[in-house]
């Protein structure tokens, strides 16, 4: 491990790509686009991926009609971000078809045996076809990335689901596809006389179920499909070990719902104890954790000539600050939790909520500044 | 709110919207109005707990229901035994079912590929709709179910339309039918969206709806969960924002909060004709019994 100190800023000047997990709804491509953009302003060139991101990020980000390469952010907008030269950020959204289609184009025999396997209709909807195809894509993606010296770091903002590790896992388990059963359930070889029967039989279960012209459909797919598959498998190989080096870090993100908190726990034990990962640390997003020093109204000196109105008022809002108070008292708790089980190599970084409508990224400025001095206490 | 006369309710929602708890809520209201009711979530191949389970005291589901309240079972939708009950249906008896039921490859396949994966879901819920109660009539009246996150959500409702431009004849064009006939009829079925009193959940609940209807699932309403409660007449609001501007106290992230509310319920309101169902904030570790209270008071009456 490095010696460097465990803070967001050390992990942006170390790693070449920072992977953000968590539940729906946490908050995760807010914080990817603020380490994408804390990282930018630090002189990175910086490329933050993402899958599934909001409406508004993603015109923040200029992904929002889906372009087939990166999208470099204007330097008039760098400039207002305080990002300077060499600094730079640029922002990609993951549409697993389109991946595929250019691995169809790239490694298959013949040009005609691309088109084949364009025009059939299994491949046409190959994410609903073939589990993995988006954690293959992902992956087939960051290995050109992570190749391409265009950029320094790439920030990857993960789907909110219980699989979205698996992209980690052996490829022989994320993609159940490359199965030689499965293959040769649709293109039988030889075999043995017993072999041939049970296929004829299976063949036949297809034709009752499937309707004998899927069969067919699902034929040809494979055939044709197994080879690509095969090469997105190499690079998946290769890319194991990468992920598993110090030029790679993970970072869970959470916000202070109970639900969340124990979904960022479920993918922690998932990282270390199943996955081997290294675990950058715990980013608790929407927290009041910052507000928990604030006065009770009812201990500060009211003005002399308060008004029956705000006395009443000052009288109502009790409870609310009540409410208040010991929440951001949990959420304190809750950062101290995190700070422990982060351990001593990682960290728990605390963000505060964002005003309504974050999401633009001149929003998320105060954020990018946090992460790098953690003593900054952004607004809240 | 038009629910107790409703078959199949798909309660949706973004994450950390509340919306397993919003379902528990609901599945436990719909039972207290005599409804048999059965609440399901669907089975994460992935494993780890269930967290509507541990809303019901079980940390993990099964496909066979267990009783968990007067009129309440709970179970989960199992993708390979809808796989198994659309294989017995379709196949004749003899070795053409007993090879097909033994294959393994033939389950991994089923498994492996995303619709096929959902298809065996789709169809197990087509079995429970099914089911007929041993004196008769279904053996669960009202059925809801727990969806997970937006894109899975959609993609099971958008399901049939993908596989029947895929595999527009045969066994499993006709199960789809079926199942359709259920779940795009207004009268048998709605999917509810959970959502918050906040300008980015309401944005994307209603980005929800469009996709909703874009593949032909009926929308019962919303459900305006966690809607804080605001104690202040006019006067004691100015006064009180007057005092605050001078000296920052806990309570004024609670005021933002009150006024973003009101702001995110009146754009919802501009936004779309459908019933949309309040629930209040609940400061309490277990907010069930408070929100089945509301939703058992609409399910009773309308809400708007």
């Known amino acids: ?380 | 709110m038009r629910f107790l006369d409703r078959r199949i309710h798909l309660i949706t929602g973004k994450g950390g919207v509340g919306r397993t708890t919003v379902t528990a809520a609901l599945a436990k209201a719909s039972a207290r109005h005599g409804r048999r009711t059965l609440v399901l979530e669907i089975g994460d191949p992935e494993g780890g707990y269930s967290q509507l389970g541990r809303l019901f005291g079980h940390d993990q589901l099964s496909e066979t229901p267990v009783r968990v309240a007067p009129n309440l079972d709970l179970a989960h939708l199992w993708a390979p035994i809808g796989h198994e009950g659309f294989l017995r249906s379709v196949l004749p008896g003899g070795p053409l079912i007993g090879s097909a039921l033994k294959s393994k490859a033939l389950r991994k396949f089923l498994n492996a590929a995303p619709s096929f994966h959902e298809m065996g879901v789709f169809y197990h819920l087509l079995m429970r709709l099914e089911e007929v109660a041993p004196g008769g009539g279904p053996a669960h009246e009202v059925i809801i179910i727990d969806m997970p996150a937006t894109g899975h959500a959609l993609a099971l409702t958008g399901l049939p339309d993908l596989l029947l431009g895929l595999i527009p004849r045969g066994p499993i064009a006709k199960a789809l039918r079926r199942g359709q006939a259920f779940m795009n009829d207004p009268a048998k079925a709605a999917a509810w969206v959970v959502t918050l009193p906040e300008k980015l959940p309401v944005t994307e609940s209603l980005e929800l709806l469009e996709g909703l209807a874009a593949t032909r699932m009926p929308a019962g309403g919303l459900i305006l969960n966690r809607f804080p409660h605001d104690p202040f007449d006019a006067d004691e609001r100015a006064a009180l924002d007057a005092f605050m501007a001078r000296q920052p106290v806990h309570g004024g992230l609670a005021l933002k909060r009150i006024d973003q509310a009101q702001g995110a319920a009146d754009r919802l309101r501009a936004s779309t004709e459908l019933p949309i169902v309040t629930l209040p904030e609940v400061w309490v570790d277990d907010p069930v019994p408070v929100l089945e209270q509301a939703l058992h008071g609409a399910m009773a009456g309308g809400a708007r």
């Open chain 1, 1 to 380: 491990m490095s010696a460097a100190p465990a803070s967001p800023g050390a992990l942006l000047q170390r790693c070449k790509v920072i992977v953000c997990c968590g539940a729906g709804g946490v908050g995760k491509t807010t914080v990817s686009a603020s380490l994408a953009l804390a990282a930018a302003r630090q002189g990175k060139r910086v490329l933050v991926v993402t899958i599934d991101p909001s409406k508004r990020l993603a015109e923040a980000l200029g992904v929002d009609r889906n372009p087939p390469e990166p999208v470099a952010l204007h330097p008039e907008r760098l400039a207002a971000l305080g990002i300077a030269a060499p600094g730079s950020l640029s922002a990609w959204m993951l549409d697993p078809q389109r991946v595929s289609d250019e691995v169809v184009h790239a490694q298959s025999r013949t040009p005609e045996e691309a088109a084949r396997l364009l025009a059939n209709p299994i491949y046409r909807n190959v994410s609903a076809m073939v589990a993995g195809m988006q954690e293959y894509t992902a992956v087939e993606a960051m290995h050109s990335f992570v190749l391409d010296d265009r950029y320094d770091l790439v920030v990857l903002d993960t789907p909110p689901s219980r699989n979205a590790l698996r992209f980690l896992d052996a490829p022989e388990r994320v993609g159940a596809f490359l199965d030689k059963r499965i293959f040769n359930l649709f293109v039988p070889g030889e075999g043995s006389v017993i072999r041939r029967v049970a296929s004829k039989m299976l063949e036949k279960v297809m034709d009752v179920a499937f309707g004998e012209d899927t069969r067919r459909d699902l034929q040809v797919f494979f055939e044709l499909f197994s080879q690509i598959l095969g090469h997105l498998n190499t690079n998946q190989h290769d890319m194991q070990g990468f992920f598993r080096s110090e030029a790679v870090s993970f970072l869970l993100v959470t916000s202070p719902d109970r639900e969340a908190v124990q979904e960022a726990f479920f993918f922690e034990k998932k990282t270390r104890e199943e996955l081997g990962l290294d675990l950058g640390g715990y980013v608790l997003n929407r927290s009041l954790a910052w507000s928990a020093e604030l006065p009770m109204p009812a201990a500060v000196r009211r003005p002399a000539d308060a008004s029956p109105a705000l006395a009443s008022a000052l009288h109502r809002l009790a409870p609310l600050a009540q409410a208040e108070a010991q929440l951001a008292r949990t959420h304190a708790d809750l950062a101290r939790e995190l700070r422990q089980r982060a351990g001593t190599g990682g960290f728990a970084w605390v963000l505060p909520r964002l005003p309504d409508g974050a999401g633009a990224l001149e929003a998320l400025s105060g954020l990018a500044d946090a992460l790098i001095d953690p003593d900054t206490r952004p607004e809240a």
